[in-house]
Nanobody
Framework: QVQVVESGGGSAQAGGSLRLSCAAS????????MGWFRQAPGKERDFVAV????????YYADSVKGRFTISRDSAENTVYLQMNSLKPDDTAVYYCAATSYWSARYYDTGLYDYWGQGTQVTVSS
């Protein structure tokens, strides 16, 4: 079992940057596929990015491709989401999630067993 805790949310201007952190405890994050999701008010929780267990293979939602980067620091047992060129549409609560599996449906929230409490990201124009 693993516990995940997000941090690093806050406010930014459009075009700015933020970096989110997801600290894993209990087991090595390398054993888990780690994903980032986001949920805007009144909307469903959407996939943002994922890094596959055991390495650094990463996949992104089309809406963030080229702007966001997911990375893993095994020594710190932490996964990061570097968000650049932020847009107001990026405003949401961002969640970190973990699963011991890998699937072509990595964007499906149902694949993930462990979730953080979320961190708010607000981007103003």
């Amino acid at each position: 079992q693993v516990q995940v805790v997000e941090s690093g949310g806050g406010s930014a201007q459009a075009g700015g940057s933020l970096r989110l952190s997801c600290a894993a405890s209990g087991r090595s994050s390398l054993q888990y596929t780690m994903g980032w999701f986001r949920q805007a008010p009144g909307k469903e929780r959407d996939f943002v990015a994922v890094v596959k267990y055991g390495g650094d293979s990463a996949y992104y939602a089309d809406s963030v491709k080229g702007r966001f980067t997911i990375s893993r620091d095994s020594a710190e047992n932490t996964v990061y989401l570097q968000m650049n060129s932020l847009k107001p549409d990026d405003t949401a609560v961002y969640y970190c999630a973990a699963t011991s599996y890998w699937s072509a449906r990595y964007y499906d929230t149902g694949l993930y067993d462990y979730w953080g409490q979320g961190t708010q990201v607000t981007v103003s124009s």
